[in-house]
């Protein structure tokens, strides 16, 4: 069946050969390339770039040789306030975001899906490395590259006008796809750490926006070892800039254990003690029929993350998961996504919101 396709063109070698291989197969395809930013010097450019106006060049650039219509998007507003409002607001809270999940959930499925399916498209795009089977989301066949984690805040509705043509393919050769089909971008680098921040400081980035806001740096045992100048420039499992004016008694090193935005204080410990069991998440977006009582399969706590066997169960009255692993996970942040699979599969996805070590 030939689909009228958006195809979401980044300017990076995925989702270029994408989109030929959507045009390739029969489908009705336009690109666009999403402008987030009024002023795209203040993201990262180069190699480390993601949608600037360099990118915006190389998808253009790569339209033409696919031989389709293309078109730049203005959704810098939107992902301003969807993306890097969101991203500071959850720093503020004492949680570590993922702006890349946020993107996927409020940028291209959300606002660009709603736009394309407006105008008449049948389905958005896009160079993910993941697969889609009969409305199934399933991990990509490349293990390293494979980005179902951040699709997994997508909900059934969305993935049905969703296509990811890249998620049989290893990325190695798509880049000899790239190269023989003739698009310039075979050989691009890929894009890395967070397309808005521009020198990759996270933590200036926060000041800047949030001012300075000093603190205690406080032991288990509740003693002051250091001063930070804003809690939202830490985050859990942090063991590096830390600068503490008092060795531990041991003289191993510590880590960030806990956050607290209200006492505005950064706990540190052992790294033993970073050590979770349960985690309960907020959220849920099934991608499968929802399960009644507890249900084995596994969960995945960050993007390329370690995978954890585990039990799960939905408190249907105050719409949660419990996560219950079989071996305990170090360093697992709130405000990170916890996505359960069933060997390949995507089963759901919720935010974490809390944690603790239960004794076996």
Known sequence: MTLRVLAAMSGGVDSAVAAARAAEAGHDVTGVHMALSSNPQS?????????????????????????IPFYVWDLAERF???????????????????????????IKFEALLDKALALGFDAVCTGHYARLDDGVLRRGVDEGKDQSYVLAVCTPEQLSHALFPLGDTTKADIRAEAERRGLQVADKPDSHDICF?????????????????????????????????????????QRKGLRLGTPAPDGKPRYVLDISPVTNTVTV????????????????????????????????????????????????????????LATPARGVAS??????????????????????????
């Open 43 to 67: 993201y990262r450019t180069g190699a480390r770039g993601c949608c600037t106006l360099e990118d915006s060049r190389d998808a253009r650039r790569a339209a033409d040789v696919i031989g």
């Open 80 to 106: 301003h306030h969807d993306v890097v409002e969101d991203f500071v607001a959850e720093y503020a809270a004492g949680r570590t975001p993922n702006p890349c999940l946020r993107c996927n959930e409020k």
């Open 197 to 237: 921040i521009a020198d990759g400081d996270t933590k200036a980035f926060l000041a800047d926006r949030l001012g300075a806001a000093p603190g205690p740096i406080m032991d288990t045992d509740g003693n002051q070892v250091g001063e930070h100048e804003g809690s939202y420039g830490y985050t859990i499992g």
């Open 269 to 324: 410990g052992p790294r033993e003690a970073l050590d979770v069991s349960e985690i309960v998440a907020e959220r849920p977006v099934w991608l499968s029929e929802v399960p009644a009582g507890a249900f084995g399969c596994q969960v995945q706590l960050r993007a390329h993350g370690e995978v954890y066997d585990c039990t799960a169960e939905l408190e249907t009255a105050r719409d949660r998961l419990v996560i219950r």
């Open 335 to 360: 405000g990170q996504a916890a996505v359960l699979y069933e060997a390949d599969r995507v089963l759901a996805s919720a935010t974490i919101a809390e944690t603790a070590r239960v004794p076996a």
